[in-house]
């Protein structure tokens, strides 16, 4: 039993995971779970990918750090993939989506080597977060938001801000 909710914050690289779940972290007091800083600061990895520029995962090793933290609740995790979480962890996805205009954008700015950026380009294009998403939880958990610009940023986080108040409604811990 959790008193808090844990939440997944998904989307293809350059969504905006990491801004929503600051601004999410310091309005809610949830903890922000960096995938990719547990990875690489634990250790979780099988070695650094040259082309992608990115740490092979080991799904076992992460899954084996979470797992005293995430169970007690109250994480916002933020990843570019979420179908390794137990079902029983999790009580809402949100999935970001961008256009590719602006996820271009995005990712240029980052410098992502080529492959990789057409490779983000494709995985949004073709829907595979929210794909990925839906296999892997029941559809009532899964919610897909737009996030290209600011405003609708702070609709995302207003709009998840009173689902999480809601939730502790409803599990009587607020
Ligand atoms: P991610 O964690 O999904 O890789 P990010 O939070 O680092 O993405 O955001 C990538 C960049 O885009 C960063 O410079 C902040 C900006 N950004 C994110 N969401 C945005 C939004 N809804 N409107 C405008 N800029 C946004």
Redesign the pocket.
């Known amino acids: 039993m959790r008193d808090s909710p844990n939440i997944i914050i998904t989307?293809?690289?350059?969504?905006?995971?990491?801004?929503?779940c600051e601004l999410l972290s310091q309005r809610t007091g949830l903890r922000h779970l960096s995938v990719n800083q547990i990875v690489k600061d634990k250790g979780c990895h099988e070695g650094w990918d040259e082309e992608y520029s990115c740490w092979i995962v080991d799904e076992d090793r992460l899954l084996d750090s979470l797992e005293d933290e995430v169970p007690t609740g109250g994480c916002l995790i933020?990843w570019?993939a979420c179908d390794l979480f137990p079902k029983r962890w999790i009580d809402l996805v949100v999935v970001?989506r961008v256009d590719s205009s602006t996820l271009y954008d995005?990712l240029n700015?980052?410098g992502y080597p080529e492959a990789k950026l057409q490779e983000n380009l494709d995985a949004e294009l073709m829907d595979v977060l929210i794909q990925e998403a839906r296999e892997a939880y029941d559809d009532e958990i899964v919610v897909e938001l737009t996030?290209?610009?600011?405003e609708?940023?702070e609709e995302n986080i207003d709009r998840i801000e009173e689902w999480i108040k809601r939730w502790k409604l409803d599990h009587g811990s607020s």
């Open positions: 989307g293809t690289p350059g969504v905006g995971k990491t801004t929503h933020d570019h970001l995005r700015a980052r996030s290209n610009t600011s609708e940023m």
